[in-house]
């Protein structure tokens, strides 16, 4: 069974940071891009930032460049998102996403509560 599990979450202050993870189960990533999502009540999910599958090229939403930087490691199947100078409209909840081998297939894990106070 394919799991993705987020970890990190929490509250923090405005101008904090977070280190977000997702730990991967079941097979491995590391042949496939994986990123971030998020998501306020009301709203549609929205890309927050993917990861090539060897690490090299990184994107990343207008809104979060020069402040959240996306990183993995493969051996350990993980996936990170360092959170730095964190605004309150970052107050989602953030999902973890990988890329299935076929176009028709991806994988999402339960997401985690970020909360920035101001």
């Known amino acids: 069974q394919v799991q993705l599990v987020e970890s990190g979450g929490g509250v923090v202050q405005a101008g904090g940071s977070l280190r977000l993870s997702c730990e991967a189960s079941g097979r491995s990533f590391s042949r496939n891009a994986m990123g971030w999502f998020r998501q306020t009540p009301g709203k549609e999910r929205e890309f927050v930032a993917s990861?090539?599958?060897?690490?090299?090229?990184?994107y990343y939403v207008d809104s979060v460049k020069g402040r959240f930087t996306l990183s993995r490691d493969n051996a350990k199947n993980t996936l990170y998102l360092q959170m730095n100078s964190l605004k309150p409209e970052d107050t989602a909840v953030y999902y973890c996403n990988a890329d299935g081998d076929t176009d028709d297939i991806e994988y999402w894990g339960q997401g985690t509560q970020v909360t920035v106070s101001s």
């Open positions: 990861i090539s599958s060897s690490g090299s090229s990184t």
